[in-house]
């Protein structure tokens, strides 16, 4: 799946934020991105539940997943401007 470190990052956030839906983030999950920069941090975040596990088994990962979550959209936007 072809996608912008930008489409990224927002993916991300919202998720994150709670503005995503179900469907958008299992696509995410779930289907291989095209540039192996933006796969390796695909494969990175889908790797957080485990890394990262909730206290509550109906969040995706703890806080400190999500805080992760929220820096690798701050470095995708970060590198897509430098």
């Given at each position: 799946m072809k996608r912008t470190p930008e489409e990224v990052?927002?993916?991300?956030?919202?998720?994150?934020?709670?503005r995503d839906n179900q469907w958008a983030w299992d696509?995410?999950?779930?289907?291989?991105?095209?540039?192996?920069e933006l796969e390796a941090i695909r494969q990175k975040i889908v790797a957080l539940p485990v890394e990262?596990?909730?206290?509550?088994?109906?969040?995706y990962c703890s806080e400190a997943g999500k805080e992760r979550m929220r820096q690798i959209a701050r470095d995708l936007r970060a590198h897509a401007t430098a």
């Open positions: 990052a927002n993916t991300i956030e919202d998720f994150v934020n709670g696509g995410f999950t779930s289907i291989r991105l095209d540039d192996p990262f596990p909730p206290s509550d088994p109906k969040d």
